[in-house]
Each structure stands twice: as structure tokens, then as C-alpha cells.
């Protein structure tokens, strides 16, 4: 039975011809072997001259006895050493975390059945109690087996559905760049594009309207108006997502960025000459404008630097100031935003804000080149 166990462990299940045959041959062999023995085996051949008599015997011939009992020897070897290279073969063909499963049912099913074995060869009462205490290990070896199956399988699930929770989050996060880059055309080759042929509609009224003030100063008043708009919708369309980010790259983008920036920024970026992956870029670029943005609302400081280099793999973001420091990432929608579109690429953000100290953010999202 400890055989047909281990041979099933751990689907409880005989899944092929082989493991069927060797089940069906250890219920032979384990009863029956040494039973062709007692037929020529008296009380002294058989090591116990107390005993009482063998109901068995048929004619009591020591040579028999002996030869019946080594070829009874002779099949618990040979299926001993069979199912030794079945299991071998089994544990080669399975991966890591099965191993872990039928590793301590292998080896003490294996131990058992070598005791038994020895013990049935005539090793003596020794080999016999090694063998009682190996079988009464046996079901904790199962229980052993199980528990890490099912601690295995938890893992595998829980890993399969933290991937599948990463690849949801990282669609969602490249869908949302995908209609930011949309928004941004729409903006430029139409609301833009229109209020650029009203700005020059504007003007050509203003060259017929001379000589009548009024209407000059209305015209003026208007293509102002106009000029304003223009120039506002230009800044929504960079925050919704710049073209140049889309055009030419990270690094000409975030000098855009930093000459627009209320404070000098020294911008230090070393990307290599080829482009990154786009949510890659996205990210890096929204981390940087959101960190100046925080820079130029709270931070009352006179400078930052923006440093931006690859790294065993990894875009490495870091953003500085000398202003008053005191940041909280857990108080800021916008830090928490950037949190979670670097942790949808399996990044980290990182900010350190000593009161009166200034602050460091830092980001850091892997490459998958």
C-alpha cells in the first residue's frame, strides 16, 4: 500500500502503464514472495526452532527452502531497484516546486522499502525494527509532501495572479498615454489649428479697420484675447502629453520642460543614444514635470537639478531643490499618481524632504528593452 502511495503522490492517481504494473506487482510481491519457502521450510529454516509447526509445509528440504528463499530476495531486489529508477526518473522530469512536494516522500518510501528488503533477505531483528520505524515515519513524510503541494501551488497562484495584476495595471497605464497622445493631436491639428486661422482673420480685419479707432481697439483687445487662449491651450496640450516627448525623445523634451520651469533647473540626461519604451518615457517625463510643478508651488526654491541616467537596466530619475523641504508623499494626489504609474512598471519612487533641507525624489523603472 505504501508503495501504491508513493507511486501516486501526489495526484493520488496511477497515471501510467508502468506505475499501474509496479503498483500491481508490489500486492504480489510483498505477500507472496517468500511463500514458495515455507513450503520446504521446517521451524529451523525458517530461524525460530520454538515456533510452532508450519501449517504450509509440504515436504521439509532445506535446499529448496534456501534457493526459494533467495529468488524471494530476488524479486523484492528487482522491484526495489526498478521503482528506485522510476522515481529517479519521475523527480528528474518534474520542476522545482514538485520536487519540494515528493522529495521527503521519495526518499523515506524508497528507505522503507530497502529496509524491508534487507530485512526479508535475512539481515536480522535490527534491519526489521529499522524498517517498522521507517514505515511509521512514512505518513508524516505524506503529510510533509502535501503541506508543501498545497504551500507550492498558493505560491504559484498567488504569483500568477500578482503577474496578471502587474500586466493589468501596466494596459492601463500605456491605454491612458495612448489617449493622452490622441487628446494632444486633436488639440493641436484641430482647436489650435482654428484658433491660429481666427488669430489671422483677426489681423487682416485690423489692416481694413483702419481709420476708425474704436473698431482697431476692439480687434486689438480681441486678437490679445485670442493670443492668450492660444498660448493657454498650447500649455494644456504639453501637460496632456507633450509632442515633442512623442517626436524626439526624453531628454529633448525634458529641456522643454526645464526652460519653461519657474526656477533654474540643471539638467543632466543620459539616456543613451537609443529611444526608450514609451510608458518608460511617459513616466520618467510626468515624475520630472510633476517634481518642478511641487518645486515651483511649495518648495520656495531658488534652484533644482534633474538627473536622468540608465543603470544596470533601470532609468534612474532624480529630481532635487534647496527650498524648505517637509514633503509628504502621502499627502500629494500628484505623488501618489506618479506612484502608481512607476509601480504599473514595476518601479519605485522614493522622496526624502528634511525640514528646511529641501527635497530629493527618486524614481527608478525598469527597462524592458
Known sequence: MFLHLGLSFPTGRLSTAIDRALAVAGYVIFPLAFVPALLFAGPRELGCDGCPTNLLLVDRDPGLAGAATAFGALLYVVLFTVVLARAIQRWRATGPFERLQITPVYVCALLTFLLVTVARAGAGEAAWWAAFISTGLMPFAFLGGLLRSHVSHLDAELRERLEELRASRARLVEAGDAERRRLERDLHDGAQARLVSLSMLLAGARIRAKGDAD???????????????????????????????????????????AERAPVPVDLRADTE???????????????????????????????ASVTVRRSRGRVVVDIADDGVGGADAARGSGLRGLADRVAALDGTIAVDSPPGRGTRLRAEIPVNA
Not at 491651450?233 to 501637460?239: I, Q, T, Y
Not at 543614444?273 to 508651488?297: D, T
Request: hydrophobic letters at 45%; aromatic letters at 4%.
Open 215 to 257: 473698431l482697431e481697439g476692439l480687434l486689438d483687445q480681441a486678437r490679445d484675447e485670442l493670443q492668450t487662449s492660444l498660448a493657454e491651450l498650447r500649455e494644456l496640450a504639453r501637460g496632456i502629453h507633450p509632442a515633442v516627448l512623442t517626436d524626439r525623445g526624453l531628454e529633448p523634451a525634458l529641456r522643454a520642460l
Open 273 to 303: 543614444a537609443e529611444r526608450l519604451p514609451g510608458p518608460v518615457e511617459a513616466a520618467a517625463y510626468f515624475v520630472v514635470s510633476e517634481a518642478l510643478q511641487n518645486v515651483a508651488k511649495y518648495a520656495h526654491a531658488t534652484g
